[in-house]
C-alpha cells in the first residue's frame, strides 16, 4: 500500500515515510486523545507513498494494554479506498457540475441561489442574477460541428470567469446558456443597480471579444474565427421576498428584452 519494502519500514517512525502534510492537525490531535484515554479510533486519512503519491486510507486503531494496564502499543487495521474516493469524486461532479465547463450545473445553481437569499436576508444587501444567452452561437454548430461550438462554450466559461469575485457563482444552465449570481451588492437599490451594472458591461465586452477557435483531430489542427456576442438580463433581489424560481424568471424576462432590443446589450428587470 506504501510502497515501501519490510526492511525499509521496519524500525523507523510510521509518520517519517507517510504523513502527507495534507491532513487537518486537528483531525489527528483528536485521533491521539481518542487513543490516549484507551478508546479505539476509526477513521479516514490521507498519506503519502513512497513514490510521493497520496492514497485515502481507511482505519481502525486499537490501544493495546500491558499486564499493568499501560497502554503500550497500537494495532491498526488499515484500507486502501483511494478508488472508493476517486468514484465518489466522479459522482459529485456529475451530480453539480457541467461535464463540459466544470461549471456547477443547475441543481448547484439552486443551492447557492438559497444560500444567497438566506445571506441577503441577514445582511440587508441586494445580491444579482445575470441571465446570458450567445447571441451567434448556433450558425457556429451548424457550419463547423458540435466539437467547435464545445470549445466556443469552454471559452466563454473561462472569459466570465475572469469578470467575477472568486466568491460569486457561474453556472452554464444548458446549451448556450449561462447564469452569473453576484452576492453582497449594497443595501441602496441604486448603487446595487450600479455595481452590478459594472460587472456585467465587463462580462458583455469580454464576451464579444472575438474567438480563434483550434480544434485537434486526427493528426490535424483547424482553426475557425467566430464572433459571437451575449444578451445580458438581470434581475436584483433582497432578503425572502421572492422565490428562487421567480428571480430566475424575471431574469430571463429581462434577457429576451435585451435581445429584442437588438442583442449584445445588458437589460434590467422592472
Avoid at 515501501?4 to 510510521?14: D, I, M
Avoid at 484515554?37 to 494494554?65: A, C, F
Avoid at 450600479?194 to 460587472?199: D, H, K, Q, T
Avoid at 456585467?200 to 482553426?223: F, M, N, P
Wanted: hydrophobic share 35%; aromatic share 6%; net charge negative.
Amino acid at each position: 500500500m506504501t510502497g515501501y519494502h519490510h526492511e525499509e519500514a521496519v524500525g523507523r517512525l510510521l509518520k517519517e515515510q507517510i504523513k502527507s502534510g495534507v491532513q487537518n492537525e486537528t483531525d489527528i490531535e483528536h485521533l491521539w486523545q481518542t487513543l490516549f484515554v484507551g478508546k479505539p479510533w476509526h477513521g479516514e486519512l490521507i498519506n503519502q507513498r513512497k513514490d510521493g503519491s497520496l492514497y485515502h486510507e481507511e482505519m481502525t486503531i486499537t490501544p493495546v494494554r500491558d499486564g499493568n494496564n499501560v497502554i503500550g502499543n497500537f494495532v491498526a487495521i488499515k484500507q486502501d479506498i483511494s478508488e472508493r474516493k476517486k468514484t465518489e469524486a466522479q459522482i459529485h461532479s456529475l451530480a453539480f457540475y457541467d461535464p463540459l465547463t466544470s461549471l456547477p450545473n443547475r441543481r448547484l445553481l439552486n443551492d447557492r441561489l438559497q444560500q444567497t437569499r438566506a445571506s441577503s436576508k441577514r445582511s440587508g444587501r441586494y445580491a444579482a442574477l445575470m441571465f446570458l444567452d450567445l447571441d451567434n452561437f448556433k450558425p457556429l454548430n451548424d457550419v463547423h460541428g458540435h466539437d467547435v461550438g464545445d470549445l466556443l462554450l469552454i471559452e466563454v466559461a473561462h472569459r466570465i470567469r475572469h469578470c467575477v469575485r472568486e466568491v460569486d457563482t457561474i453556472a452554464r444552465f444548458g446549451g448556450d446558456e449561462f447564469v452569473v449570481m453576484i452576492g453582497e451588492l449594497d443595501a441602496d437599490r441604486d448603487e446595487s443597480i450600479a455595481r452590478a451594472s459594472i460587472v456585467a458591461e465587463k462580462i458583455r465586452t469580454a464576451l464579444a471579444e472575438t474567438y480563434v477557435l483550434t480544434l485537434k483531430q486526427d493528426g490535424l489542427e483547424k482553426t475557425v474565427e467566430h464572433h459571437c456576442t451575449s444578451s445580458i438580463g438581470v434581475a436584483l433581489f433582497i432578503n425572502h421576498e421572492i422565490g428562487t424560481d421567480e428571480i430566475l424568471k424575471r431574469a430571463d424576462i429581462a434577457m429576451y428584452q435585451a435581445k429584442e432590443e437588438g442583442r449584445n446589450r445588458i437589460c434590467f428587470y422592472e
